[in-house]
């Protein structure tokens, strides 16, 4: 049985005028089951923690208006995965959300999905004074 902070699941959120922030939304996930049977569970909404994309945003998640745009070259950890083969209901119904608001409203404000486990995010290698300076510390 796993437990503990087992994946980030993201979805980024591009705001049209350049003078607006970055947003960082998500979830965290935990897996309370067998890897097998895949019961993962929402437990933290990133979108309460993690204020903007920063220098962390980026170097994991390759997120913040520079690399999207591609003025900013990193290499980030785990780009553009998409979401999970397996999210938590939270992780659904947030995108089932989306969705209907894109269907009515049309696409724009979302530009992407990606994730990585927990495991992922401990290889790669962050400056402490960066990550001490970041949201992302937490």
């Not at 895949?38 to 945003?57: H, N, Q």
């Not at 989306?98 to 962050?126: D, N, R, V």
Request: aromatic share 8%.
């Amino acid at each position: 049985m796993g437990s503990g902070v087992d994946r980030i699941t993201q979805y980024e959120t591009r705001i049209k005028p350049t003078i607006m922030a970055f947003w960082i939304e998500g979830w965290v996930e935990i897996l309370r089951s067998a890897p097998d049977e895949g019961l993962w569970f929402g437990v933290i909404d990133i979108g309460a923690l993690i204020d903007v994309a920063d220098e962390v945003s980026e170097a994991l998640f390759g997120l913040s208006k520079e690399c999207v745009r591609g003025e900013k070259p990193i290499v980030p950890s785990a780009a553009g995965r998409g979401l999970p083969s397996d999210p938590s209901s939270a992780v659904c119904t947030e995108t089932e959300r989306i969705s209907a608001h894109e269907a009515q409203f049309g696409a724009g404000e979302i530009g992407g999905y990606t994730h990585a486990t927990s495991a992922e995010l401990k290889l790669h290698p962050l400056d402490p004074d960066t990550l001490g300076k970041s949201d992302w510390r937490l």
